[in-house]
């Protein structure tokens, strides 16, 4: 087999992301053998140094650095990945961009839309290759929603509905801000469960429904002090602990979307169902490889939800895996991205979601918050091709 050439990756942040990302460089060639790139671990970068030396052993990085603007320096790095909090998305972006290496962001593309856009620019500017992770698409079972839609199964698209459910942050006792906890820091994160868990089912559902055209929404704080780790003391919390929004779609359906840390019994409920003319679908993280899917146009006598079990070898993604009928998980979501990245890289193409694509993400996060806090209706703006 002909040597593949390297993929150097600079990963910058080591959290829960930072493994998941790691990881899918580890497994993608075992699995994608036809790539003719290998990504290479070379660099590690966060502030925490003790922890940080740990993690690049554990994970096999060959280096470490405590400053990420080093990283970008570097002239042994192709690619820098984005696994900070989100307020410094843009910051690394931007350098990263100018010294003309390729990015792989972690969603949402920053807090907000003016953050958003000198990323877009500076990308589209430098001609590097760009991609924001919103992994579900890349499941074989959300894919396969894609396909059947794609070739106009359930015709005429009526109603979409999407909930991403948790329960994780009901204790008041929680701290806001620092390490694992920055997601309830308003600073760092620039909303709550919008730009955290809508932001997600918001990329999935362009990409399986088309542009959301306006919004209207519902926000709720819960809990309205917690102690900040920064400061030690009690401090106004600011992001959105629930969001409930409708909407309309460019292709004149309707949305419905509800996400919350406030559902007991709920850890990371990601759900979605779509109802067309002829037929819906419906999908749930919790039981990942299976589609639902019910067509009208079958007979009568046998019409009714099918369970699709979403493992056979002509499934997307599934040839790459096991025998037909053993299920994949939640890591194998990112692997497919870093082979589809790759793949897009070796035939010279973009890589969806773009940082424009994300954009557009997060254009809709932001008309939802716009909206709850003005009480109305608001135009999101978003051009979808
Ligand atoms: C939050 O708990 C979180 O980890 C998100 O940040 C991820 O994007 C989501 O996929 C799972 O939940």
């Not at 966060?46 to 400053?67: P, V």
């Not at 792989?104 to 953050?115: D, F, I, N, S, W």
């Not at 897009?344 to 773009?354: D, F, I, Q």
Request: net charge neutral; glycine share 8%.
């Amino acid at each position: 087999m002909p040597k593949k050439k390297e993929l150097r990756i600079g990963l910058i942040g080591y959290g829960f992301m930072g493994r998941t990302h790691t990881n899918a460089y580890k497994r993608v060639n075992d699995f994608f053998p036809e790539l003719k790139h290998r990504p290479v671990l070379k660099v590690v970068c966060a502030r925490n140094e003790e922890r940080l030396k740990a993690f690049a052993e554990q994970w096999g990085y060959e280096s470490t650095e405590t400053d990420w603007r080093k990283v970008i320096a570097r002239d042994d790095i192709d690619a820098i990945d984005i696994c900070t909090p989100n307020n410094m998305h843009a910051e690394i972006a931007i350098a990263a961009a100018k010294a003309g290496k390729m990015i792989l962001c972690e969603k949402p593309l920053a807090r907000t839309v003016a953050e958003a856009q000198p990323m877009v620019d500076a990308v589209e500017k430098a001609g590097v290759m760009n991609t924001v992770y919103y992994n579900y698409r890349r499941l074989p079972a959300v894919t396969l929603a894609k396909q059947l839609i794609d070739a106009g199964k359930l015709g005429k698209i009526f109603h979409y509905r999407a909930n991403f459910l948790q329960d994780w942050t009901i204790s008041p006792e929680l701290p806001q801000g620092g390490e694992g906890l920055w997601r309830l820091d308003n600073d760092a994160a620039g909303s709550g469960v919008t730009g955290d868990l809508l932001a997600h089912c918001i990329d999935t559902a362009m990409w399986l429904n088309g542009g959301i055209k306006d919004v209207s929404a519902v926000t709720e704080t819960f809990i309205k002090e917690r102690v900040h780790t920064g400061s030690g003391k009690k401090q106004k919390v600011t992001i959105d602990d629930a969001c409930i929004f409708h909407c309309h779609f460019s292709n004149g359906s309707l949305g419905v979307f509800e996400s919350t840390r406030y559902a007991r019994g709920h850890k990371a409920l990601y759900t979605f169902e779509i109802n067309g003319e002829h037929a819906s679908i419906r999908w749930d993280l919790h039981d990942l490889n299976r589609l639902e899917y019910f067509d009208h146009r079958d007979a009568s006598k046998e019409r009714g939800w099918r369970s699709i079990h979403v493992t056979d070898g002509d499934h997307p993604y599934m040839d790459k895996w096991w025998v037909p009928g053993l299920s994949i998980g939640y890591e194998h979501s990112f692997v497919h991205q870093v082979a589809d990245f790759i793949q897009c890289l070796e035939a010279g193409k973009p890589c969806s979601p773009t940082f424009m694509e994300a954009q557009e993400t997060q254009k809709v996060c932001e008309a939802v918050l716009d909206s709850a806090k003005s009480r109305s209706w608001k135009d999101t703006g978003v051009v979808w091709k």
